[in-house]
């Protein structure tokens, strides 16, 4: 009957609440974005699964890479928010650094690093940098 809900779709409707947090841009930060990451991704996934077990992987890679970014190149206080799509995840990382993120050259002899904005812009749909006032903006869509 047309009128007979398929499966459980009640779950597709239920709220998940955005998250909201802000650090104070030391190097135990990236861990406290990873950690709060977590959180949000597993009551999505209560609600939404995600289609992938990577969906998950990939989103708390991402957002380790961007407070880790946020601690190494804005100096200061960041914030993280995160959201709900219809199809994914939304990321936002506020830092104070009006900067825009370049990709460096990967260096393993200089101490590593230079592949996380390469990351980022593989793993994400969509990736975009707004000027703040005060900093910018990184915006990035993942699938979930």
Same mark, same amino acid.
């Given at each position: 009957m047309?009128d007979?809900?398929r499966g459980?779709?009640?779950l597709?409707? @239920?709220e998940v609440?955005?998250l909201v947090t802000?650090?104070a841009?030391?190097?135990?930060?990236?861990?406290?974005?990873r950690?709060?990451a977590?959180?949000?991704?597993?009551?999505?996934a209560?609600?939404?699964?995600?289609?992938?077990?990577?969906?998950?992987h990939?989103?708390?890679?991402?957002v380790?890479?961007?407070?880790?970014?946020a601690? @190494?190149?804005?100096?200061g206080?960041f914030?993280l928010?995160m959201?709900?799509?219809?199809?994914?995840v939304?990321?936002?990382?506020?830092?104070t650094?009006?900067a825009?993120p370049?990709p460096?050259?990967?260096s393993?002899s200089?101490?590593?690093?230079?592949?996380g +904005?390469y990351?980022i812009d593989t793993?994400?749909? @969509?990736?975009?940098?707004v000027?703040?006032g005060?900093g910018k903006d990184v915006?990035?869509?993942?699938? +979930?």
């Amino acid at each position: 009957m047309p009128d007979e809900p398929r499966g459980d779709e009640s779950l597709a409707f @239920q709220e998940v609440p955005n998250l909201v947090t802000s650090f104070a841009g030391e190097p135990h930060d990236v861990t406290g974005a990873r950690l709060a990451a977590e959180e949000f991704l597993r009551e999505l996934a209560q609600v939404t699964p995600p289609r992938a077990s990577e969906c998950y992987h990939d989103v708390l890679l991402i957002v380790a890479e961007l407070a880790a970014n946020a601690v @190494q190149y804005a100096p200061g206080p960041f914030e993280l928010r995160m959201r709900r799509t219809f199809d994914g995840v939304h990321v936002t990382l506020h830092d104070t650094s009006s900067a825009r993120p370049v990709p460096r050259p990967f260096s393993p002899s200089g101490g590593g690093g230079g592949i996380g +904005w390469y990351l980022i812009d593989t793993l994400c749909t @969509q990736v975009s940098v707004v000027p703040a006032g005060d900093g910018k903006d990184v915006h990035v869509f993942l699938p +979930w």
